[in-house]
């Protein structure tokens, strides 16, 4: 039976692969391109989506693209990838091991369809590893009706107020999504160079994200300015009401944490009762939880679930 370890990630020992390695790797899986995920690898595999926003950040990238449902052979082990939501080209990774097993491990992912990305499908496996960012049961977020409705609120009441919006997310994924979303609500959008580029590849990969301008020192009059939270440029003019887009905006103090005057919980990551019933849908015969509080893997096994949070210098058995 194929067995996997856990330090401070997942290594599949008989396939040689290790799935989003914090350091330099002879062949990895990389789930997609936030900075605490990606890395200067030897080798290995992303979807071409992934490989472009590394190679964006990075200047090079060495891993080798796989599109969605193509097949790898490695090992002996079938090896495709499935959406995961989260930002653009997110993947799950689905190994399918010469026992007849079916091993999933979904990275970062998000099961709402939005506008610039496909969300993550459950699929059925026999062994899952999931990350559980918010799973305590306070997570439970709002509809995207509601926290649109939300964004236009604050945004209405900034401009009659003769102020600056700035809303606020990571320069990638959550920043582009609210382009999209700021322009479908009918206003002007102004966005921070950092957030520019990264936009520049979700339009290379035919995300229509609408119009906007680049941030240049002044924030045309009407204007929403989209800007990551660490940017300083948004800070030059007082005349602002700035807005954090985060699942962390659940917790009230979130906005005196971030140091801005509303905060709403636009996430790229399933709240509690979706990461439930994703669980419930793979029907996996054993779970691994990562990234996220031991009290979900709990949780799951009262639910009947065989269920368990991994821990540092872990071996277990697919």
């Known amino acids: 039976m194929t067995a996997f370890d856990y330090t ?3 290594h599949l020992p008989e396939a040689n692969l290790a799935l989003d390695p914090p350091r330099r790797s002879p062949f990895a899986f990389v789930s997609h391109g936030h900075s605490d995920h990606i890395g200067r690898h030897e080798n290995g595999i ?3 989506a992934t490989v472009a926003l590394i190679a964006r950040r990075l200047g090079t990238c060495r891993l080798t693209t796989l599109d969605f449902d193509a097949r790898l052979e490695r090992n002996g082990h079938q090896i495709t990838l499935a959406p995961a939501g989260h930002v653009l080209g997110a993947a799950q990774i689905v190994v399918d091991d010469p026992f007849g097993q079916r091993f999933v491990y979904t990275g970062d992912f998000s099961v709402r369809p939005r506008a610039t ?4 499908q459950p699929i059925r496996a026999d062994v899952l590893i999931m990350e559980c960012t918010f799973g ?5 977020f709002p509809s995207d009706e509601e926290i649109r409705e939300r964004i236009r609120e604050f945004i209405d009441y900034t401009l009659n107020e003769g102020l600056t919006p700035v809303v606020l997310g990571y ?3 959550k920043s582009q999504e609210a382009i999209s979303l700021v322009n479908g609500l009918g206003y002007s959008v102004c966005v921070d160079p950092a957030v520019a580029r990264i936009a ?3 339009r290379a990969f035919g995300v229509d994200l609408g119009a906007y301008v680049i941030y240049n020192g002044a924030v045309p009059p009407g204007h929403v300015l989209i800007a990551p939270p660490n940017g300083r440029r948004a800070d030059k003019s007082r005349r602002q009401r700035r807005l954090y887009l985060s699942g962390w905006a659940m917790d009230s103090s979130t906005k005196y944490r971030m140091g801005v005057d509303d905060a709403i919980p636009l996430s790229d990551h399933p709240g509690f009762d979706e990461l439930v019933a994703f669980v419930e849908a793979v029907q996996p015969k054993r779970v691994y939880t990562t990234h996220g509080p031991s009290a979900f893997a709990d949780h799951l096994c009262r639910l009947g679930f065989q269920a368990e949070h991994l821990g540092v210098h872990q071996l277990a058995l697919l």
């Open 8 to 10: 401070d990630h997942i």
């Open 46 to 48: 992303g979807t071409p």
């Open 117 to 120: 990305i496909v969300a993550a």
């Open 136 to 140: 305590q049961p306070r997570y439970v």
């Open 171 to 173: 320069s990638l994924g």
């Open 200 to 202: 520049d590849v979700y």
